[in-house]
């Protein structure tokens, strides 16, 4: 039987992931009060890329900053930030 090494074993995002995050939810602060949709926001930010990757790591930050209550997506994939993130911004912008 092997010892396995579970200290290597992550149970939150990585470094990208983080960054992923923060920018998009820097970018919808700073167009907020403007709606945009997920659509709008992912061809803005990888400058209309095809790739798979580049289209999954922004929609896989918005799915995790709605998770954490920071935005809400509506049916028609509007990104909206949530009072909470709108206030936090404010003040960590002081």
């Known amino acids: 039987m092997h010892d396995t090494d579970h200290s290597q074993w992550r149970l939150l995002p990585d470094a990208d992931d983080d960054q992923d995050q923060a920018a998009v939810l820097k970018e919808i602060l700073f167009i ?52 909470t993130a709108v206030i936090s911004y404010r003040l960590f912008n002081l």
């Not at 403007?34 to 918005?62: K, Q």
Request: aromatic share 6%.
């Open 32 to 83: 907020y009060p403007e709606p945009i949709t997920l659509g709008e926001l992912t061809r803005m930010m990888t400058f209309a890329s095809t790739e798979f990757s580049e289209l999954d790591r922004i929609e896989r930050a918005a799915r995790e900053l709605t998770a954490a209550g920071l935005l809400h997506r509506r049916e028609d994939d509007l990104l909206l930030p949530t009072r």
